[in-house]
């Protein structure tokens, strides 16, 4: 089973940028989808992004598309998310979370198919 930690949240001004970092153990993420999700405080957990590590396959929520990039480093094992043009409303925890790539998924996994999760990370928009 993989072991996920998030790291590289913080306070930022509106406009600003943050880089995330997943760092993966114990599995390499060749064999996974890693999906990034937020909460923000009163609200449902959402999809961010996904990426299939052993092809590149990307989804971009449509919230997000334009101003954030996902990426691997296969070598580090880590899944990065590039975040650029911070609003206010990008205000949450950030958690990145691994789906097995093996299992069929229509598109992309969906939230109930990732099943290893990170401890999150916060991120805060505010000036």
């Known amino acids: 089973q993989v072991q996920l930690v998030e790291s590289g949240g913080g306070l930022v001004q509106p406009g600003g940028s943050l880089r995330l970092s997943c760092a993966a153990s114990?599995?390499?993420?060749?064999?996974?989808?890693i999906g990034w999700f937020r909460q923000a405080p009163g609200k449902e957990r959402e999809g961010v992004s996904r990426i299939k590590v052993s092809d590149g396959r990307i989804y971009y929520a449509a919230t997000v598309k334009g101003r954030f990039t996902i990426s691997r480093d296969n070598a580090k094992n880590t899944v990065y998310l590039q975040m650029n043009d911070l609003k206010p409303e990008d205000t949450a925890v950030y958690y990145c979370?691994?789906?097995?790539?093996?299992?069929?998924?229509?598109?992309?996994?969906?939230?109930?198919?990732?099943?290893?999760w990170g401890q999150g990370t916060q991120v805060t928009v505010s000036s």
């Open positions: 979370a691994a789906a097995e790539a093996f299992l069929g998924y229509s598109d992309y996994p969906q939230l109930a198919d990732f099943g290893s």
């Open positions: 114990g599995d390499t993420l060749d064999y996974y989808w």
